[in-house]
């Protein structure tokens, strides 16, 4: 499985991006699609995951409900809606892939900075 993230870079704070990824090569019948961030100097910590067939939804409990996951089947791609965003959004987001269990497939990341 190959996943490319895209769409970050720079906005202050209270504006919104929106990241994508797209998914290619190996499918699986069931799985998840997630993003995750890690800012400077901390652990990568879970943001979302929307299930790919049902399309229910979990969050991290600390977005507050700012950012919103979503897909798009027929491009097999992922996105994240990130809006009201704060200085602490700045990381580096990474997509990934699960069929069950732990995550095992990663995108590459890309850089999200959110200016005061």
């Known amino acids: 499985v190959q996943l490319q993230a895209s769409g970050g870079g720079l906005a202050q704070a209270g504006g919104s991006l929106r990241l994508s990824c797209a998914a290619s090569?190996?499918?699986?019948?069931?799985?998840?699609m997630g993003w995750f961030r890690q800012a400077p100097g901390k652990e990568r910590e879970f943001v979302a995951e929307i299930n790919w067939s049902s399309g229910s939804t979990r969050y991290a409990s600390s977005l507050e409900g700012r950012f919103t996951i979503s897909r798009d089947i027929a491009k097999n791609t992922q996105y994240l809606q990130m809006d009201s965003l704060k200085p602490e959004d700045t990381a580096v987001y990474y997509c990934?892939?699960?069929?069950?269990?732990?995550?095992?497939?990663w995108g590459q990341g890309t850089e999200v900075t959110v200016s005061s």
């Open positions: 090569g190996r499918t699986f019948s069931a799985y998840f």
């Open positions: 990934a892939l699960r069929p069950y269990g732990q995550y095992k497939h």
